[in-house]
């Protein structure tokens, strides 16, 4: 008996390595896109204004999302289908395949146009493995864990993402700061981009060596036949209303996290005239908080239960969004870690709520179907565009409190759909015993 416990000790925490290793190397490209926005700009854009470069920068980022549902479809059936770790094996090394290549791309001046084309094609094929990525880990782990610690081994989700985007700021605030404007432009931009290869390899390696989760073992065991059919027919079929909801409860992660995490240092250099290499450092403090306290929150969701922690999340984001980006324009250094920090405390009360609630929402043979559709069609939609969208809103009104306005209208439509959602949790159980 006691073999067998720490056996399953040990499967669990080789699922938790596995998942964070995968979300990591997606969440560190991302963030180094996101953070080289201006270099990108100037890279594969013509010569121009300053903020169409940067707005066509971000436009890239955001078109690479179109594909997401297409993959959330993709890669939920093959993963209800051939199983969790199958999907999750292959969608590692496409991601960081095609985020590798990125690196070795020529500039405009190199070879005109082809180069912002060749970059928006393999940030689809990015947007494309990156859908059957966060939605495949959170189940994976979902259905490994025991009932009672589930948020807290779920979160290890999104604390991988914010370690990613960590590492990829650090990354990011060292090359500006060893390297010359003309090196940044040249070559320095690459060297985040050539390192997805061989942490992709490593990723890949740790789980074609993992067994599936025993929730998925036990159903393809016990009845071959429901995995035999269509999960994503079976899907629409049976559980239309509960793709809409967990949609809708999604969408505020989905501009949350891209608003705060993503594009802040942005906004923050580029809108109120924030010294560069303090926006940065302002984001990699918060993210640490972020790593820190994702933790605390799935803890609190398995005992204060999914529903309470997301309805208490969009409302504070409804009612604080708006403070809280008219007191970033204090320019002073403590107030914007200040701000940043009380963002980071509602978005990990979202963040470390969600995987889990998205994964109890679906029965097993549709779970990863259903996840990775709602979860990447809100992506697509709300969270790829967010950092355009901020832009342009401020363009057009002239607000730079036009991004804070957009929160709230997105913790609205969260919020209702909150309010709809069911807190049954169709997930059974794992076998195993932590």
Sequence with gaps: MATAITEDRLALRKAALASFIGNFVEWFDYASYGYLA?????????????????????????????????????WGNWGDKHGRRWALSWSILLMSGATFLIGFLPSYAAIGVAAPLLLLALRMIQGFSASGEYAGASTFLAEYAPKEKRGLYTSIVPAS??????????????LHLLLSDASMEGWGWRIPFLMAGPMGLIGRYIRVHLEDSPVYRELKEDSEARLARTPIRDLFRS????????????????????????????????????????????????????VFMIFAMGHFSDSLGRKKMLIVACIGFIVFSVPLFMALGSASFLVVVAVEVGFIFLLTMNDGTLPTFLAESFPTEVRYS??????????????????????WLIATTGS????????????????????AASSRSHLPTATQTP
Excluded: K
């Design 38 to 74: 201006t270099v990108i700009a100037i890279v594969f854009f013509p010569e121009g204004d300053p903020a169409v470069r940067l707005m066509l920068a971000f436009a890239v980022f955001a078109i690479s999302f179109i594909l997401r549902p297409i993959g959330a479809v993709v």
């Design 161 to 174: 993402t914010a370690t990613g985007l960590l590492a990829g700021s650090l990354m990011v605030a060292l």
């Design 239 to 290: 559980h239309l209303r509960t793709v809409l909801v967990t949609f809708g409860v999604a969408s505020l992660n989905a501009v949350a996290f891209y608003v705060i995490l993503s594009y802040m240092p942005t906004y923050l250099s580029q809108e109120l005239g924030f010294p560069e290499d303090q926006s940065f450092l302002a984001s990699s403090i918060t993210l640490t908080v972020y």
């Design 370 to 391: 259903g996840f990775a559709l709602s979860f990447n069609t809100a992506n697509a939609l709300l969270g790829g565009t967010a950092p355009f969208i901020a832009t």
């Design 400 to 419: 730079v409190l036009a991004p804070a306005w957009y929160l709230v209208a997105i913790s609205f439509l969260a919020l209702g759909a909150m309010l």
